[in-house]
């Protein structure tokens, strides 16, 4: 979903751990509907080190977080943004997160914590 997501919105590429996320599989790229061959994956064993070369080169980062006081929405995004999606358990690990330019919210409401992280690209996919 996410990566389908992304190709249909405004996303040039997914930058994709090969540990901690799930990994290209023939369940991915038909979940994908083939949108998995329409835009870059980037995989990276060394999430922190490659993202601190993204960030060298101009890039801003954030990340998402519930405790964030700043609404995505409320954001101006570079044409060299990265969005940091961390795991729906655990989020973004810490060294990852001190990377960021920011943490920003997807503002909820009716008490709701968080939202698929699925749900979450594809809103950011369409900024």
Known sequence: MIIRSC????????????KGAAQISPLVIKASVGTLFKMPIIKTSNLKKTLESFKKE???LYTLSSHASKSYKEQDY???TIFVLG???EGVSKEVEALCNEN???PMQ??????????TASLLAFL
């Open 7 to 18: 190709a249909a919105g405004k996303i040039d590429a997914v930058l994709l751990p090969t």
């Open 58 to 60: 101009g890039a801003e």
């Open 78 to 80: 570079s044409s060299k």
């Open 87 to 89: 795991n729906e358990s």
């Open 104 to 106: 920003i919210a997807i």
């Open 110 to 119: 009716r008490g709701v914590e968080s939202l698929n992280v699925a749900v």
